[in-house]
Nanobody, 132 residues
């Protein structure tokens, strides 16, 4: 199993950029598919982006496509979410999540999980607030 710890959130203005990080400890990082979700109080956790165990496949929710990049550095055991051109509607608590992938079954864009219930491990979250 793994432990996840997010960082990099904060209060920014519309149009600014943020680079969130998720440091992973415990099991072998490159045996997990990884994802970012976000949540506003009173709403269900929303999928943002996911990447395969080797970073070769990535998918994004439509609202962030073109201005967000998910990446991972397996040697540093860190997952990233680079968000540009931030909008007030991006304000939320951002969570990183992990699901074991010892067989590589989540290696393609069509296989990557997008529902929060498909992920086994979660961080505590980091708050992003975008002012207009």
């Amino acid at each position: 199993q793994v432990q996840l710890a997010e960082s990099g959130g904060g209060l920014v203005q519309a149009g600014d950029s943020l680079n969130l990080a998720c440091l992973v400890s415990g099991d072998t990082f490159n045996s997990y598919a990884m994802a970012w979700f976000r949540q506003i109080p009173g709403k269900e956790r929303e999928f943002v982006a996911a990447t395969s165990w080797n970073g070769h496949a990535s998918i994004y929710t439509d609202s962030v496509k073109g201005r967000t990049t998910i990446s991972r550095h397996n040697a540093k055991k860190t997952l990233y979410l680079q968000m540009d051109s931030l909008k007030p509607e991006d304000s939320a608590a951002y969570y990183c999540a992990a699901v074991p992938d010892f067989t590589g079954r989540y290696g393609g864009t069509t296989e990557l999980p997008t529902r929060w219930a498909q992920y086994n491990y979660w961080g505590q979250g980091t708050q992003v607030t975008v002012s207009s």
